[in-house]
């Protein structure tokens, strides 16, 4: 059984930084990269950012480019995802998953195992 849990959450003002935090555990039989999602009130989930198994690629989406930073520790099982400059836009719950691949997969069918989700409220 695998769990991927997040933490880190929480309400921040706009301009505000704020860390997410995922844990990964269990047996994993492959090389999986890592990424977060996120799913505003209303709307669908979205691709956040994504890190490969060996760190050596990282991807985002392109409002969060120069802003957000993804990153993984030598366990490769935690990954972090540093938001700085956030907008009120940003509010959503963010979903920490366990890639099926090693690569940065941006869509959702490309990851296997999901988190619960952490609420990210950012006031204006």
């Known amino acids: 059984q695998v769990h991927v849990v997040e933490s880190g959450g929480g309400l921040v003002q706009a301009g505000g930084s704020l860390t997410l935090s995922c844990a990964a555990s269990g047996r994993i039989d492959w090389p999986y990269s890592m990424g977060w999602f996120r799913q505003a009130p209303g709307k669908e989930r979205e691709f956040v950012a994504a890190?490969?198994?060996?760190?050596?690629?990282?991807k985002y989406r392109d409002s969060v480019k120069g802003r957000f930073t993804i990153s993984r520790d030598g366990a490769r099982n935690t990954v972090r995802l540093r938001m700085n400059s956030l907008e009120p836009e940003a509010t959503a719950v963010y979903f920490c998953?366990?890639?099926?691949?090693?690569?940065?997969?941006?869509?959702?069918?490309?990851?296997?195992?999901w988190g619960q989700g952490t609420q990210v409220t950012v006031s204006s």
């Open positions: 890190i490969s198994w060996d760190v050596n690629s990282t």
């Open positions: 998953a366990v890639g099926a691949i090693p690569d940065v997969p941006r869509f959702s069918y490309n990851y296997a195992y």
